[in-house]
């Protein structure tokens, strides 16, 4: 049963800095590609940062590049999304993915067989 857990989100100002983590279970996703995605009030869902596998590339959307940063401590199962100069705009639900590491399609959704629950971060300004 793999399962991931999601935390980290909360309350920000614009200009502050928060750290998002995703806990696997029931997997060693050293060999998966990771995904952070998020939605925000009245939007569909969006790719954020990307990675095919551990060592690979990281990709990120072009709102978030600069900004964010996607890791792994591969031994403990967890991603992390570090996320600096926080605007009002990156007010959504983040959620954690880990699927199929198809280099060509990192940005697509459907590879991605396990989500997280969500954790919503709201940047005040």
């Known amino acids: 049963d793999v399962q991931l857990q999601a935390s980290g989100g909360g309350l920000a100002q614009a200009g502050g800095s928060l750290r998002l983590s995703c806990t696997a279970s029931?997997?060693?996703?050293?060999?998966?590609?990771i995904g952070w995605f998020r939605q925000a009030p009245g939007k569909p869902r969006e790719g954020v940062a990307v990675?095919?596998?551990?060592?690979?590339?990281?990709y990120y959307s072009d709102s978030v590049k600069g900004r964010f940063t996607l890791t792994r401590d591969n031994a403990k199962n967890t991603a992390f999304l570090q996320m600096n100069s926080l605007k009002t705009d990156d007010t959504a639900v983040y959620y954690c993915?880990?699927?199929?590491?198809?280099?060509?399609?990192?940005?697509?959704?459907?590879?991605?067989?396990?989500w997280g629950q969500g954790t919503l971060v709201t940047v005040s300004s």
């Open positions: 993915a880990v699927g199929t590491p198809i280099l060509s399609a990192l940005w697509d959704s459907r590879i991605y067989h396990y």
């Open positions: 029931g997997l060693t996703f050293d060999d998966y590609a």
């Open positions: 990675s095919r596998r551990s060592g690979g590339m990281t």
